[in-house]
């Protein structure tokens, strides 16, 4: 009953920016974050970075903070990834994640992905 649509992925030189779309729909969520994971060749996914929805607190894997940029528009229930001074090993699959609370505090959840898109870095 939740859907995650990602865009913006594409090939880009190093040092180069990307601005990612997730476009949220269906059923809305009182509690929730949403966010971005990445996948690269013979790796294991990874998280990137989330939003809390509601108050707009962000957190960020080490290796990207500072070059990265979650953001989010309330009224298109779409979230955004800013990629900036993009490295080769940041190559990837990069999937939006949305994260409903499902119990008391954070502990219990249910993850929901989007289909994925790509983003190649060249040297």
């Known amino acids: 009953q939740v859907q995650l649509v990602e865009s913006g992925g594409g090939l880009v030189q190093a040092g180069g920016s990307l601005r990612l779309s997730c476009a949220a729909s269906?059923?809305?969520?009182?509690?929730?974050?949403m966010g971005w994971f990445r996948q690269a060749p013979g790796k294991e996914r990874e998280f990137v970075g989330a939003?809390?929805?509601?108050?707009?607190?962000?957190n960020y894997a080490d290796s990207v903070k500072g070059r990265f940029t979650i953001s989010r528009d309330n009224a298109k229930n779409t979230v955004y990834l800013q990629l900036n001074s993009l490295k080769p090993e940041d190559t990837a699959v990069y999937y939006c994640?949305?994260?409903?609370?499902?119990?008391?505090?954070?502990?219990?959840?249910?993850?929901?992905w989007g289909q994925g898109t790509q983003v190649t870095v060249s040297s």
């Open positions: 939003i809390d929805w509601t108050v707009g607190n962000t």
């Open positions: 994640n949305a994260r409903q609370f499902t119990g008391r505090g954070t502990e219990r959840f249910y993850n929901y």
């Open positions: 269906g059923r809305a969520f009182s509690s929730y974050t």
